[in-house]
């Protein structure tokens, strides 16, 4: 079977159609899979996925099935990095939002953030261990991840949120 190879707007419009098709039971758990490990194996077609998975009213990710799972667990550290920036971005996203007191767009990053956590819970443990203390340790200040944090200008209290989400994962 060819691979393909869309772009990242190729890849958010077919997630969508198939997520449509997927609620509407035209699709099963395992087609549906199937099909998504496709986009997973390109970084524009797994960005694709999860934006419009983790931001859209699609209740794929609230409802995930387990062949779905099996193949995000299966795709590695592009599942694992995408999910935990996700987490970051959404994290400090709240914030900001909460601060505009635009509750309609804090209460969707914080969808995004309970989704990206349950994500995390199911991928492979130490891939997602090892990458949540890359950007716990950016958010004190340090590493790798800290070029991340300051492209997106994130203060004082958006690393605090980032942080305690995290430490969220990890006590549960």
């Known amino acids: ?3 393909i190879k869309p772009n990242f707007e190729e890849a958010m419009n077919v ?7 997927w609620e509407a039971g035209e699709l099963s758990d395992e087609v549906l899979a199937d099909r998504v490990s496709e986009l997973l194996a390109t ?3 797994a960005r694709g996925f999860f934006v419009v998975t983790l931001a859209s009213d699609s209740p794929l990710l609230d409802r995930l099935p387990d062949p779905l799972a099996m193949q995000l667990r299966e795709a590695g550290e592009t599942v694992v990095d995408l999910t935990v920036r996700n987490l970051a971005m959404s994290s400090a996203m709240a914030v900001h939002h909460k601060r505009q007191a635009n509750s309609n767009q804090q209460a969707a990053s914080e969808r995004v953030t309970s989704r990206c956590m349950d994500l995390l819970r199911i991928l492979e443990p130490n891939s997602v261990k090892n990458r949540l203390e890359k950007l716990l340790v950016a ?8 070029a991340f944090l300051e492209k997106w200008k994130y203060d004082k209290e958006q690393r605090l949120a980032i942080a305690a989400n995290i430490l969220a994962i990890a006590n549960n």
């Open 139 to 146: 958010t004190e200040g340090k590493g790798e991840d800290l």
């Open 15 to 21: 997630a969508a159609l198939w997520c449509k098709a």
């Open 43 to 45: 970084q524009n077609g």
């Open 1 to 3: 079977m060819k691979t």
